[in-house]
């Protein structure tokens, strides 16, 4: 079955009013001056748009004191991590990835007939930037997800560059930035600015709350964007690249998203705490996993049953799922609903 038949069903299934922590979306939306913007915008939606693409860039580039050359926009951050994976791997050059992590990149390396090489996460649920490095000498692509999708965890800087100078030397480096701007961990977007073997992708679908909006940047040397442009390009919907850019002019949306979001994060681990369920530690994330001791599929319906829709199991850890962080009400239906299933005995 394809991906769009299986959403298809999942939403077929899915009461009007359930509560949606499955997919790691922000419920906030786009901000104000965004949702205004898109309004104005749309009776330019007959042109592609060139002008308020080539703003939105210069207002990143200006705000991260990198080249504009350096950055390529598309319809969210999936295309280019796509194209990275199809353009880096193949049959002779791997995929190394953590293990769990967003599989997005693995998936594209099937397609690529690269051997995909998992990597176990760390004690403390960082990427294993040693053993990443020393996993395969022909490694295509190494994938880091900071802050990791599903736990939530993040790799420090020193350890992703020391990654940067100890990996095989013809490898990229590709970081996944989507979740940064919830998180302490600080970004590597600037080694972009020199270098040829990295890649760095940002998204406007987590905090910006954009995911039905759509957009996202490849920030890497210009060389490596061409090669990615190969695999595909075209116009933003400018009313995606307008929403985009004064998302990032508004000063005050991360610092009040970003506490909005650790508040009802930290409220809920605390509630997971007081009651003994035991949680995979240190997320600093719009998402968390939980231990359920049970079938994570299993637990899925059972709280599906109780119109709360939480996310996935990962192969590697299969009593564990995903939970995304909602907004304070969601996240109070969660609770609830949990104890109520954990309360039950187990199918
Ligand atoms: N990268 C990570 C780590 C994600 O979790 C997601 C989506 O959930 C994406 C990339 C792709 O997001 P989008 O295409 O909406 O930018």
Redesign the pocket.
């Known amino acids: 079955m394809s991906q769009q038949q299986m959403m298809k069903q999942f939403f077929a299934s899915i009461p009007p009013d359930a509560v949606l922590i499955n ?2 979306e922000n419920p906030l939306g786009p901000c104000e001056a965004a949702r205004s913007a898109i309004a104005s915008v749309a009776g330019k939606g007959g042109r592609y748009d060139i002008k308020e693409m080539m703003t939105l860039v210069e207002v990143f580039a200006s705000q991260n004191s990198i080249p504009a050359d350096n950055f390529a926009v598309y319809a ?4 280019p ?1 796509h194209y990275s994976v199809l353009s880096y791997t193949g049959p002779t050059r791997s995929f190394v990835a953590g293990d769990p992590t ?1 599989e ?1 990149g693995g998936r594209a390396a099937e397609i690529a007939k690269a051997k995909v090489c998992p990597v176990p996460l760390t004690k403390t649920y960082a990427h294993d930037v040693k053993a990443m490095a020393a996993k395969d000498p022909n490694a295509g692509v190494i994938y880091i ?1 900071n802050p990791n ?1 599903p736990t939530g965890t993040i790799t420090s800087r020193e350890d992703i560059l020391w990654l940067l100078e100890n990996k095989p030397k013809d490898s990229m480096l590709l970081v ?1 930035e ?2 940064i701007h919830l998180s302490d961990a600080q970004s590597v977007v600037d080694q972009t600015a020199n270098r040829k073997d990295i890649i760095v ?1 940002r ?4 905090i910006y709350g954009m ?1 039905g909006i ?1 957009c ?1 940047f490849a920030v890497a040397h210009p060389d490596v964007l061409h090669k990615l442009e190969l695999c595909g390009q075209n116009a933003m919907p400018v009313t995606s690249s307008i929403a985009a850019r004064v998302s990032l002019e508004d000063t005050s949306l991360i610092p009040t998203r970003k506490a909005y979001i650790a508040n009802a994060r930290n409220t809920t681990l605390k509630f997971l705490a007081d009651n003994n369920y035991k949680v995979i530690p240190g997320s600093q994330s719009n998402c968390f996993m939980i231990d359920t001791g049970r079938n994570g599929h299993e637990v899925m319906a059972a709280m599906a049953q109780k119109k709360v829709i939480i996310g996935r199991t990962w192969a590697v850890w299969p009593s564990v799922v995903r939970i995304t962080v909602g907004t304070n009400e969601d996240m109070a239906k969660f609770r609830v609903a949990y104890k109520e299933v954990m309360d039950a005995p187990p199918t």
């Open positions: 997919a790691n969210g951050s999936s295309e991590l967003y997005a997800c999708n996944d989507a979740y992708l998204t406007f679908s987590k995911a759509r996202g």
